[in-house]
């Protein structure tokens, strides 16, 4: 079978009785193919010389044999010339654009569009096809006011709009992209999809009532919508609704048993409720998965715990990608059903293992899965209980996971009680000034962050972490914005293009007075980030009002507020610029 690109010209192609007509009344507009074709009684016996119309068909014919036999450059080349005699063929011109783009041609489909455009000023779709371009080539504003143009021509096709909720959502801009969405709900209130597509964004931001809202609507209009039951159950285990969690996850899982993420939040759910039997229960099958994570065997490990079932632990294999935490819960498995844990304990500062990333991963997941403060206060009894060993008590890794325990929970001054007696001890380990610089930075301790972030870099100067962080912690209080500045650059030059690192840059430049510099750097940043972020629309809205462009800066705080209306400053900014657009 003969295969067809996207932009194959022959697709559409009439039957051949048909191949003669079609193509002159789609070339020709609006106009019928009598009034073009036919010749003059006083050129009877002259050779007419062919109209534009009857040159463009021609070619537009010949473009679609080349195309029939796989010639597609030719084939565009023809197509190319059709719509050069023929440019207010709305049909020819879209269809080269999009030869263009399928071949990636960015540059000649902007300029044939913006030609056809000039020729076709009304025409809605013309200026979404724009809009496309201007986002393949990353020129994000340009794309929101042609898809805005399309928009304002056609009010209630509903297109542009998609096509502008899939911009803004691509340019990080969520805001934006649900406003757009809850204008798509308005026109097609009983969409399920577009419900459910609003839930998702609002998820994004934030905004669990509003998500939560749009998903349970989606639902009522069709319950057959499995994704929807998951992110209910999870916003709901998220907010601590563990019965309401459990109920959407059930249900999900009876639709699709073998998410496995799914049946860990149903686990969490139930281990919350005291239902200790179904949560073990529902790990064990997870166990016997093949694709079974680090953190789902060390999550299988603390419910056992909660549930008494501590042979059931020891008997469990060690997590491949988590040896330390892994006989951290063996340890507390022996304790729990009376045997000397001693020896296993002993052996817990010799596995060789990554404590930081463990701490980093399976901390978070535990309180995540478990609830923050409740397994939090555990885990910090659990290491307390063993650190009354003589063993537990010299454990350097019993104290790491404490701290990084404390740091989770807030509790910076008890973390540096922890952190800093190992320093004492002779530990020289970059990851424990990290950790302080962290606590102090919370406490705004501006110079025990700095000397801890400085005996980092001294011990790993090319850590580019480290280096954003610094450099970020100058630009905040406005100090060393060269040092800053060249703090950056390296960061950059170890991992370019990373958004934090380049929001921290622009937020040197903005110190630095240097408003489009800045500018540039948070909008590359935010483009990058995963997802939206208020402390960068907050520095992009700052740079903007440097600049003179209060307009710009106020939708941007209104972006930042809406992300985040916690976010300090941020409303009275808005308050005080409000009228001086």
């Keep these: 079978m003969k295969v067809v690109h996207r932009y194959c010209l022959s697709r559409l192609c009439p039957p051949p009785g048909l191949l003669l007509v079609v193509p002159l009344l789609l070339l020709s507009g609006c106009a019928t193919a ?18 534009p119309l009857a040159r463009a068909m021609t070619h537009y014919m010949v473009s679609v044999m080349e195309e029939r036999h796989g010639n597609t450059d030719k084939a565009l080349e023809h197509l190319a010339r059709a719509a050069e005699l023929e440019p207010g063929s709305m049909t020819l011109n879209v269809k080269l654009i999009r030869a263009y783009l399928y071949q990636n041609r960015f540059e000649d489909a902007l300029t044939l569009c913006q030609k056809a455009v000039e020729h076709l000023p009304d025409r809605a779709g013309l200026y979404v096809v724009l809009g496309e371009i201007y986002h393949r080539l990353e020129r994000y504003d340009e794309a929101v006011a042609a898809f805005q143009k399309a928009i304002e021509l056609e009010p209630e096709n509903s297109l542009g709009y998609r096509a502008l909720a899939d911009l803004q959502e691509s340019a990080n801009d969520l805001v934006a992209a649900i406003d757009i969405c809850r204008r798509l709900v308005e ?14 964004n609002l998820i994004r931001i934030h905004d669990t009532k509003g998500a939560e ?38 249900f999900y899982l009876r639709v699709r048993p073998g998410d496995l993420p799914a049946a860990e939040n149903l686990a969490g759910a139930m281990a919350r409720m005291g239902r200790y039997t179904e949560a073990t ?17 060390v999550e299988a490990m603390y419910v056992f715990l909660l549930a008494a079932k501590p042979e059931t632990v020891e008997r469990l294999g060690m997590a491949e990608d988590a040896p330390i935490f892994s006989t951290f819960m063996k340890t507390l498995a022996k304790k729990q059903r009376g045997a000397d844990y001693g020896p296993t304990l002993e052996t817990l500062d010799t596995v060789e293992g990554d404590l930081d990333a463990e701490c980093t991963d399976l901390l978070n997941g535990l309180l995540y899965r478990f609830g923050e403060e409740e397994t939090g206060d555990r885990l910090l009894g659990w290491i307390a209980a063993l ?53 102090y930075e919370n406490l705004d301790d501006f110079a025990n962050t700095e000397a801890q972030l400085k005996a980092c870099l001294a011990l790993n100067p090319d ?33 370019p293009g990373n958004p934090f690192y380049l929001d921290s840059l622009g937020w040197v430049y903005y110190r630095q007075g240097k408003a489009r510099k800045a500018i540039d750097h948070i909008r590359r940043a935010i483009y990058g980030m995963d997802g939206d972020d ?35 400053g941020v409303q009275e900014k808005i308050e005080r610029h409000k009228d001086a657009q």
């Design 34 to 51: 009598g009034n073009n074709v036919g010749f003059r009684n006083d050129q009877w016996g002259k050779t007419p010389k062919p109209s």
């Design 187 to 200: 026109m097609n209130p009983n969409s399920a999809l577009l419900h459910f597509q609003l839930g998702v």
């Design 213 to 250: 809202a749009s998903l349970k609507r989606c639902l009522e209009l069709n319950p057959k919508i499995a994704r929807a039951r998951w992110l209910l159950g999870t916003l709901y285990l998220e907010a601590g609704r563990n019965e309401e969690a459990a109920a959407h996850l059930e």
């Design 281 to 297: 229960q529902l790990f064990a099958g997870i166990l016997m998965r093949d694709e079974t994570m680090a953190l789902q065997r």
């Design 387 to 439: 650190q009354q060993h003589p063993a537990g008590a010299a454990s350097r890794t019993l104290a790491i996971m404490q701290g990084r325990l404390l740091l989770l929970l807030e509790r910076d001054e008890e973390a540096i009680a922890v952190f800093s007696p190992l320093l004492r001890r002779g530990v020289n380990d970059p990851n424990l000034h990290y950790y302080l610089s962290l606590a």
């Design 463 to 495: 850590d580019p972490d480290i280096l954003n962080f610094l450099g970020y912690l100058y630009a905040e209080k406005g100090v060393k914005l060269d040092e800053a500045e060249m703090l950056l650059n390296n960061a950059l030059e170890i991992d």
């Design 534 to 568: 208020a402390v960068l629309r907050d520095h992009l809205g700052d740079a903007y009002l440097l600049s003179g462009d209060t307009r710009r800066a106020l939708a941007e705080w209104d972006r930042a507020h809406r992300l985040d209306p916690t976010l300090k």
